[in-house]
C-alpha cells in the first residue's frame, strides 16, 4: 500500500456516484444485486461512523424499465416524463434495500441554478448536514423531471453530468474522498476499447494537458458521462481538497477495497493531500 492511498482509510465523510451502467444491465433493467451490494457495502460503512452521500444516476434508465419501453424515448418531454416516474422507483428500491440493513435514505434534487446561488446553496448545505448528523444517507440526482441539462446536452454543460454533479456535491459537503463507480476500471493512457496495450493509470497527481488528451470520448450507451467529464469532476473535486478514485461498479465490494487503501481503479490525489 502506497502513502496516497493508505490515508484513503482515514476518510470521514464519503460521496459515491454509480452510473445508469452501474445500476441497470445491458437490456436496461435493473440490476437488484449490484444496488443490494451497494446498500449493504454502504451501510457496512455507516456501521463503522463514517458518513455517506450516494449520488446516483438512473432516473430515465429505471423509468424506461418500470414503463416497459423498448428504448429510451428521443423527445426532451417524454425524458422527462420517463425520469418523474423512473425516480420514484429509484428511490423505493433504495429505500427498500438500505432500509434491510437498518438504514434510512432522504432524497435530494439539484439543479443548477440552486448550487449557484448563495442563499439556496447554503440552505441545502444545511439539508446535508441535518440529514447527516441524523444518520441519514442522502442520495442525490439531478431533477431530471425539470431540468434538461443532461437529458438534451449531456456533458456540454457544467452541471449536465452525474459526474459533474458528484464532484459539486462533495464540495458542497466538504467530503473527504469521491468514489466515482462506472462501467471502466479506472483511467487509462488511451481509450482499451480501441488499443489493447493501453496501461491503466493507478495514480494521477495532476491532470495535465497530456493526461486530458487521454481522456476519449462519449460515455456508455446507457449513460451520459464519459471520461472527459470524470476528469472534470476529479479537477474540481482535487481543487477543493478532496480525492478522487474512479473504479469498476461492476462489483460494489470494490468500495471497500478503495477504503482498504487496495491498488484498484485510479486515484486522483488532491493539492491538499
Keep these: 500500500m502506497n502513502d496516497e492511498r493508505a490515508v484513503l ?41 463514517k458518513e455517506v452521500i450516494l449520488v446516483t444516476s438512473g432516473a430515465i434508465g429505471v423509468g424506461v424499465g418500470k414503463l416497459k419501453l423498448r428504448e429510451r424515448p428521443k423527445t426532451v418531454q417524454e425524458k422527462q416524463a420517463v425520469a418523474a416516474v423512473g425516480q420514484c422507483e429509484l428511490m423505493h428500491i433504495y429505500s427498500k434495500f438500505f432500509s434491510e440493513y437498518g438504514h434510512i435514505v432522504g432524497q435530494i434534487l439539484l439543479t443548477r441554478d440552486v448550487v449557484e446561488e448563495e442563499h439556496t446553496r447554503r440552505n441545502v448545505i444545511n439539508t446535508f448536514e441535518t440529514l447527516l448528523k441524523s444518520g441519514i444517507v442522502p442520495v442525490v440526482n439531478e431533477n431530471d423531471s425539470v431540468s434538461i441539462d443532461e437529458i438534451e446536452y449531456g456533458e456540454k454543460l457544467v452541471f449536465g453530468d452525474n459526474d459533474t454533479l458528484s464532484a459539486i456535491v462533495s464540495v458542497l459537503v466538504d467530503a473527504d474522498l469521491l468514489i466515482i463507480l462506472s462501467d471502466i476500471d479506472g483511467f487509462y493512457d488511451s481509450d482499451p476499447r480501441n488499443n489493447s496495450n493501453s496501461k491503466l493509470l493507478s495514480i494521477v497527481q495532476e ?35 478532496v480525492d478522487m478514485v474512479l473504479a469498476s461498479g461492476s462489483d460494489p465490494e470494490i468500495i471497500m477495497d478503495i477504503i482498504a487503501g487496495a491498488d484498484v481503479g485510479t486515484l486522483f490525489t488532491s493539492k491538499q493531500q
Excluded at 464519503?14 to 457495502?41: E, H, M, P, Q
Design 9 to 49: 482509510g482515514k476518510a470521514k465523510r464519503i460521496v459515491v456516484k454509480v452510473g445508469t451502467s452501474t445500476l441497470t444491465y445491458d437490456n436496461g433493467k435493473v440490476s437488484f444485486t449490484r444496488i443490494d451490494k451497494l446498500a449493504r457495502v454502504l451501510s457496512d460503512l455507516l456501521n463503522q461512523d
Design 207 to 241: 491532470i495535465t494537458p497530456e493526461i486530458e488528451g487521454c481522456a476519449g470520448g462519449a460515455g456508455s450507451r446507457r449513460g451520459t458521462g464519459g471520461m472527459i467529464t470524470k476528469l472534470a469532476a476529479a479537477k474540481l473535486a482535487n481543487a477543493k481538497g
